[in-house]
C-alpha cells in the first residue's frame, strides 16, 4: 500500500506541503496543512477527548475544516499508545493503530489542568472556542471546570459535546463504561451469539456510532447558535446508541414478547440471511423481500421455494430460515468462494466475501478508492487510516495533518490563546505543560 516512490511534493500557499501518492487508480493525500475551505472552517474545537467517542467527534469536526486541539495530560493519555505500532528506542510503546485514526487533523497540547495555571489555561480556551469535546465521567467534569455551568458561564457561545456510557442522569449516571458494556447491555452481544456463548462485536460501533452521531448534533448545535447567538450542551451516551442501533428487536420484543433465541449469523427474520462455508473460504448472502428471494431460490434450483407457503413472505422465510440456510449451505459447499460471488453478482443478489484483515486491505474496490488514505508519522512510517467516512462532493472531508506527536504545539497553540513566551517557559518550569 505505500508507495513512496510515486509520491509528488506540491508546493502550496503558506511554504508548506502536500503529499500525493497514487497506487493505480488509487489517489490518497495527506499533509500539514490543505487550501480547501471546509464547511467548519473557522471553528474552533478544544479536543478534552479520550479513546474513541469523544476523540473521533473531534476528528470528523476537524476533517470538515475546524481547528482542533487535542488537550491531553503532560505524559499522554492512555489511549495513545493502544494497539501500538512499535518501540521507541528506549523500548517503550510507539503510538497506536488507535490513535493514528481518532487524532487526525488536531494539534497537541499538555496540560495539567489541576494546577492554577492550568485552570487558567482551560478557561482560555474555553472562552475562545466554539466547540469544547469531552467524553470524561460527570464528576471529572465537574472538577476541571467543564461541566455546562461553567462552560457556558465562561462563554455562553460555547458548544459543550460530552460523552458519558449511560447518560447524565438516572440511576446508572455514575457509572463508567465502554463500548462492549453497551453491545452486551442493549442485547446485541446475546442475541449475536448462541444460546450457550453471548458474542461482542470486535468492531467497537457502540463508540464509533456515538461519535458520528455526537458530530451531528454538534453541527445542529452550531446552526441553531446562528439564530440564537447561544451555545448549549450537546450529549451523547454509549447506551442510547446501542439501543438506538438495535431498537427493531427491541421494539419487536416489547410488542411481541416473542423471546427470541440467539442463532448466531442466521437472520430470523428474512432468509437467506446468514454466512456460508465455501470449498475455500466462507461467503455471506442477504436477502430482504420477495424479488431477491424469487432469485435465489432460481439461482440454487429451488423454484418450487417460489410457491411454497412456508417461503411467501420475509417473516415466514425468517421463521424456517433453518431450512434455507441448510439448502443455501450444500450449494456454497460444492463451489469456491469466488464461484459463489460471481453467480450471486449475475443473478444480482447481495453477496460478499468473509474477509481476513489482510484479505480486507488488499481488495482492488479498497485499493482503488479513497476508503483509506496514508499518513506518514514519525518513527512508524506510512500508514493507512480511513478517511473521512462520509462524502461531501463540493466540499469534501480531508485529511490536512498527520496525528500530532505528545505536547508537539504546545507553544504554538498557548501563544494563539495569548499566553507570552516568558508565561509558557513559566508554564513548562513549574510543570503545567
Not at 9 to 25: A, F, I, M, P, Q
Not at 279 to 300: E, H, M, Q, S
Request: with cysteine; net charge neutral.
Amino acid at each position: 500500500m505505500r508507495v513512496s516512490s510515486h509520491a509528488l511534493t506540491l508546493s502550496l500557499s503558506k511554504g508548506v506541503t502536500r503529499h500525493v501518492c497514487h497506487d493505480g487508480n488509487r489517489t490518497s493525500s495527506i499533509g500539514t496543512e490543505g487550501t480547501m475551505r471546509g464547511p467548519l472552517d473557522g471553528i474552533r474545537v478544544v479536543d478534552f477527548g479520550r479513546y474513541i467517542a469523544g476523540p473521533f467527534c473531534a476528528a470528523l469536526l476537524g476533517d470538515l475544516g475546524a481547528d482542533v486541539v487535542r488537550v491531553e495530560k503532560r505524559e499522554g493519555r492512555e489511549d495513545r499508545t493502544m494497539i501500538s505500532l512499535g518501540e521507541t528506542p528506549e523500548g517503550t510503546p510507539r503510538e497506536g493503530a488507535l490513535f493514528l485514526q481518532m487524532n487526525r487533523n488536531k494539534r497537541s497540547l499538555t496540560l495539567d489542568p489541576a494546577t492554577a495555571h492550568g485552570r487558567e489555561v482551560v478557561r482560555r480556551l474555553v472562552a475562545a472556542s466554539d466547540i469544547v469535546v469531552a467524553n470524561l465521567p460527570r464528576a471529572t467534569l465537574a472538577a476541571l471546570g467543564l461541566d455546562y455551568e461553567s462552560v457556558s458561564a465562561v462563554n455562553p457561545r460555547a458548544i459543550l459535546a460530552v460523552v458519558s456510557a449511560f447518560g447524565l442522569e438516572g440511576p446508572y449516571a455514575d457509572r463508567v463504561g465502554f463500548d462492549g458494556v453497551a453491545q452486551a447491555m442493549c442485547g446485541s452481544a446475546w442475541f449475536s451469539g448462541t444460546e450457550n456463548q453471548p458474542v461482542r462485536a470486535a468492531a467497537p460501533w457502540v463508540d464509533f456510532g456515538t461519535a458520528s452521531l455526537l458530530a451531528l448534533g454538534v453541527v445542529a448545535a452550531l446552526r441553531e447558535r446562528e439564530r440564537s447567538g447561544r451555545g448549549q450542551l450537546v450529549e451523547g451516551a454509549l447506551l442510547r446508541t446501542a439501543m438506538s442501533f438495535f431498537s427493531p428487536m427491541l421494539i419487536e420484543e416489547s410488542l411481541l414478547k416473542l423471546a427470541r433465541q440467539p442463532t448466531l449469523n442466521r437472520s430470523q427474520t428474512a432468509a437467506p440471511s446468514d454466512i456460508y462455508r465455501t470449498r475455500d473460504g466462507w461467503v455471506t448472502i442477504a436477502v430482504n423481500g420477495d424479488p431477491l428471494f424469487r432469485r435465489v431460490a432460481k439461482l440454487i434450483g429451488a423454484p418450487e421455494w417460489i410457491e411454497d407457503p412456508r417461503f411467501a413472505s420475509d417473516k415466514s422465510r425468517g421463521d424456517h430460515g433453518a431450512i434455507v440456510s441448510a439448502r443455501i449451505s450444500g450449494w456454497c459447499a460444492q463451489r469456491t468462494a469466488s464461484e459463489v460471488i460471481s453467480a450471486c453478482e449475475t443473478a444480482r443478489v447481495p453477496a460478499g466475501p468473509v474477509y481476513r484483515m489482510r484479505e480486507t486491505l488488499d481488495d482492488p474496490h479498497v485499493r482503488a478508492s479513497d476508503i483509506l488514505t496514508e499518513i506518514d508519522f514519525p518513527g512508524i512510517g506510512a500508514a493507512p487510516i480511513a478517511a473521512t467516512p462520509v462524502k461531501l462532493h463540493r466540499t469534501p472531508g480531508e485529511i490536512r495533518r498527520r496525528p500530532p506527536l505528545l505536547g508537539e504545539h504546545n507553544a504554538e497553540i498557548l501563544g494563539e490563546f495569548g499566553f507570552t513566551d516568558a508565561e509558557i517557559a513559566a508554564f513548562r518550569k513549574d510543570g503545567t505543560i
